[in-house]
């Protein structure tokens, strides 16, 4: 299963109840943020409006679509703009 | 397809850009430049006190006043429920952005947004401002971050509670949010430390100065239908939330891109346009609104001031084990400061196997600050090399070799939980090695500094058509404000993928009601995200020419291959014709199965993130404080550069930029909290004299995600300057200058203290 | 309020037009003549994006009241171009890629056309400091003093 690591955002882990790490089945970015609101209520949504996820490393952006792997790490982090 | 190893026939070349002669003989039509028949002139109220209660605004005298035709405050616009967005800085929350362009119960800066009035001409506009009577109730105020953040500081906003602390707080502060990033145990790692080195930096918010101000021309019609002409960064930006602060359907706002005179972030959200639809609703006429450099200064976004601490630990050979940063941004009066990637930017650079970032997002009675390139990261750099460099000193060592003994490579893993992947890093640390610049011999009394940046670079939503016209030449559209050279980057990639030449390619910016849905030019995207869609679109045309060419010599489409323009038969089993030209094809385009077109828009993800080195020579005037640029060399990895002339470009005006922010601008307040220099002449942009040439070394690290390799060139070029120049000041006179800017009475006062 | 009538020339052609007292020549020109090249960035002499030429000076018409223009010669970036034959300094501005957003782009060439019709052979520090009084947020100057430069060569006839 694919894991999920709370680097950042303290925000996220009063969600979580502290936990910074846990397993959540699921293949691609969509599914990963209806099980984290399951999992975790408003998480999936925090996720979903505020914050962008590293899949094994590469950032994404609201893109429901991104693969996930069997062993892939997922961090979330906040989402990037620009100027 | 991927062109990164293909010969290339014009992306990597210099040609004029399209919208070049429009710009130099002054018929290019910026946002201040139009009218509308009937118009009428919008001007806005602004609070002069820093943090006021409204008791009450009388608008009866100006509307009474002829050739007066509407006056509306924030009781003409509907009160919008809290909602996250997420603007070029980062989430920013609707109501919060509704308050921002017209002040509801409370003024919370100088300039705040009140009132706003429409009139015949400018003229009678101010009249009409002067007539309004506002009865304020001031309350204390604070500008400081620090002091924002203290016990007892007057609250802005009696509903903020920090976000990102458990258990959430019971009483109201000024702090919005806090966030935290920690890798490995911080601890351990400064207890295995040899040296270390920590210190405090500050610096001033800086405004992104764009020379042209905010400016609309907006009409609402009796059928509700609404037209906008304005420049900003993304023209679906303005139409979703004009629509959004006013309670409109998207379909009844069309959106014009002006040509936009420069906006660095700057303007990436709004602030007038929602302002001069709903004066035009009320007055029934076009409404034009332009903001005075002032009002610029005062009411629109600078970036955020910070305060910020760096402690490193090394070991004697340089191996950094421990780095630890708390920052303190200013947020403006509403939350939404680039703390975020303040927070990742700073040890983005190096690999470290502990690290603990602490990051307060904090309101105080400024305006609200906007992203300005690279939102967060020089900041965050300005301290973190700041210290590197002086933990260089501790050490004894090479400033550079300490940054390439410590530099990240691909897969290094950073503190907020992202590898890099396909980075140049390496690089541009030995393009900086090899440069001459490094190795020359510094003038007695000079000093030299070396600095690093970092900057993430995004993708995103972009949509773009290509058309092939009956004559064999080309038509592009993008969604994508042309900000500094896109529609000849656009034109380019397209001519390269059709292979014709870039002379037959003109590419314009659509409007909203024109093309796909494309996010704002910002982030340093466009040549990534909507190149990747124009070049896509190409490729679409390019299999269209070859299906129209296989049917004009019935053969299978597999049999036909396309080359430097051409349509050719695929090896001489496909049968023997004269090969057929885009204008051959184009020309009988109605008989194969009408126009010849593809629309694309993507989702791109993959940009590759940017890295830069900046080398800077300082003479230090110690008479006056006064420091002087000698010598500027800016080395950054840009992946591939489409039109190397305007990358350049970029690099220079972002060091410049940077230059600036060290050395002259900031934001000056009295202790009434309003801005004493909202002016050119005292809030001081470097200007020509200022300068030498700035050198700009292109590494080119072929982004693979990107059809020509392209990554983000824009912003990265700002993050180094303030470091390389306070480390350049440090080898001149031995004195560290830690808070920005590093202006001529700070320098003099440095060396009269240091004796 | 009556308003002032002004008779003029604007690039070269005899012009009129009616304007308060008050009002600069910058607000005449883009909002009475209609010529729009010349841009707002400050309207207090600062970044001379407005900058214009009354009778081959160079001045900021922010600060220039129209009632001012009477009886003289204003050039405008306008009128820089010989019709469809740019000037050496336009030419040179484009091929240095002397521009980015090009809003200080009028003020730039005017400012120059200036310089060098007063020093048709200045070095890099005389054309740095002539133009300090035009700002540019996007270049950092590096390309439009090379532009510059290589205009005011080609005007002595030492290059094309
Ligand atoms: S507008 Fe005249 S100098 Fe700035
Ligand atoms: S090109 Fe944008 S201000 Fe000069």
Known sequence: MPKVVLASGSASLALTGGVTEFEVEATNFRRLILELEKCFPGLGTQVEESMAVAIDGEIYQDAYGAVLRPGSEIVLIPKIGGG | ?755 | MSKSHVTTTINGEAAEFLCETQQTMLDVLRDVVGLTGSKEGCASGDCGACSILVDGTLVCSCLMLGVEAEGKSITTIEGIAQGDQLHPIQQKFLEHAALQCGFCTPGLIVATKALLDENPNPTEIEARYWLAGNLCRCTGYDKVIRAVMDAAAVMRGETV
């Open chain 2, 1 to 755: 397809m991927n062109y990164i190893n293909s010969d290339l026939k014009v992306v990597g070349t210099r040609p004029v850009r399209p919208d070049g002669v429009d710009k130099v003989t002054g018929r290019a039509v910026f946002s201040a430049d139009t009218r509308a028949s009937g118009m009428l002139w919008g001007k806005i109220l602004r609070s002069p006190h820093a943090h006021a209660r409204i008791v009450s605004i009388d608008t009866s005298k100006a509307e009474a006043l002829k050739g007066v035709y509407a006056v509306i405050t924030s009781a003409d616009f509907p009160n919008i429920a809290s909602e996250e967005a997420f603007v070029g800085e980062g989430p920013m929350n609707f109501r919060d952005l509704s308050c921002n362009i017209m002040a509801r119960g409370k003024v919370l800066y100088e300039g705040h947004a009140l009132a706003a009035v429409a009139a015949v001409t400018p003229a009678v506009a101010e009249q009409a401002l002067a007539l309004i009577a506002v009865q304020y109730d001031v309350l204390p105020h604070v500008i400081d971050v620090d002091d924002a953040m203290k016990d007892g500081a007057p609250v802005l906003h009696d509903d903020m509670f920090t976000a990102g602390v458990n258990p959430k707080p019971t009483k109201a502060s000024n702090i919005a949010k806090v966030v935290t990033f920690k890798k490995g145990d911080i601890d351990a790692g400064f207890a295995e430390a040899e040296v270390i080195f920590e210190d405090s930096y500050t610096t001033k918010p800086v405004h992104q100065a764009y020379i042209e101000p905010h400016a609309c021309l907006a009409n609402y019609n009796a059928d509700g239908q609404v037209t906008i002409h304005a420049s900003s960064q993304g023209h679906f930006m303005v139409r979703a939330y004009t629509a959004k602060l006013l309670g409109l359907d998207m379909a009844n706002i069309r959106v014009n891109p002006a040509e936009i005179g420069g906006g660095f972030g700057g303007k990436t959200l709004i602030y007038l346009e929602p302002v001069a639809v709903a004066l035009s609703r009320k007055a029934g006429k076009p409404v034009k609104m332009q903001m005075s450099r002032e009002d610029v200064f005062r009411g629109s976004g600078p970036t955020s001031g910070a305060s910020v601490t760096v402690k490193l630990g090394a070991k004697k050979d340089g191996t950094i084990v421990a780095a630890q940063q708390v920052l303190k941004f200013q947020a403006g009066a509403f939350a939404g400061s680039p703390i975020g990637p303040g927070c990742m930017c700073g040890f983005a650079m190096y690999d470290i196997p502990n690290v603990d970032v602490l990051g307060y997002d904090v309101v105080s009675n400024r305006p609200k600050v906007a992203a300005y390139r690279a939102p967060g990261a020089p900041i965050s750099s300005f301290a973190v090399e700041c210290a590197v460099d002086d933990l260089a000193r501790k050490l004894g060592m090479d400033p550079l070799v300490l940054r390439e003994k410590n530099a990240v490579v691909n897969g290094s893993k950073t503190h907020y939980g992202v590898s890099h992947t396909n980075i140049g890093f390496t690089q541009v640390l030995a393009a900086t090695r090899a440069h001459p610049h490094w190795k020359a011999p510094l003038a007695e009394g000079h000093g030299r500094g070396l600095a690093v940046g970092f900057w993430f670079n995004i993708g995103g939503e972009s949509s773009a058509t290509v058309h092939i016209n009956e004559d064999g030449t080309v038509m592009v559209a993008t969604g994508s404000p042309d900000i500094g050279g896109s529609r000849a980057s656009m034109g380019m990639m397209t001519a390269e993928v059709l292979g014709v030449p870039v002379s037959k390619v003109r590419t314009i910016v659509a409007d909203t009601a024109s093309i796909g849905f494309t996010f704002l030019t910002g982030g340093s995207r466009v040549t990534f995200a909507t190149g990747m869609a124009v070049t896509q679109a190409a490729e679409k045309v390019v299999e269209q020419l070859k299906a129209r060419a296989a049917q004009t010599w019935d053969i299978p489409v597999d049999a036909v291959e396309w080359q430097d323009g051409k349509a050719v038969p695929a090896g001489t089993n496909a049968g023997a014709f004269e090969p057929l030209d885009l204008a051959a094809i184009a020309a009988k385009q109605g008989r194969t199965g009408g126009p010849i077109n593809a629309e694309v828009s993507v989702n791109a993800q993959g940009a590759g993130a940017g890295f830069g080195a900046h080398i800077c020579d300082v003479a230090v005037d110690k008479e006056t404080g006064k420091v002087e640029i000698v010598r500027y060399t800016a080395i950054q990895d840009v992946g591939k550069a489409i039109h190397p002339s305007y990358v350049e470009g970029q690099i220079q005006g972002g060091a410049v930029q940077g230059i600036g922010w060290a050395l002259s601008e900031e934001y000056i307040y009295n202790d009434k909290g309003q801005m004493d220099n909202p002016g050119f002449l005292d809030y001081r942009c470097p200007v020509a004299s200022d300068l030498p040439m700035i050198e700009a070394v292109l590494v080119e690290v072929p982004n693979p995600r990107h059809p020509f390799g392209a990554r983000g060139v824009g912003e990265v070029p700002i993050v180094p300057p303030m470091a390389a120049i306070s480390n350049a000041i440090k080898g001149a006179i031995g004195l560290r200058m830690p808070d920005l800017p590093m202006s001529p009475p700070k320098v003099r006062a440095a060396i009269d203290a240091a004796g």
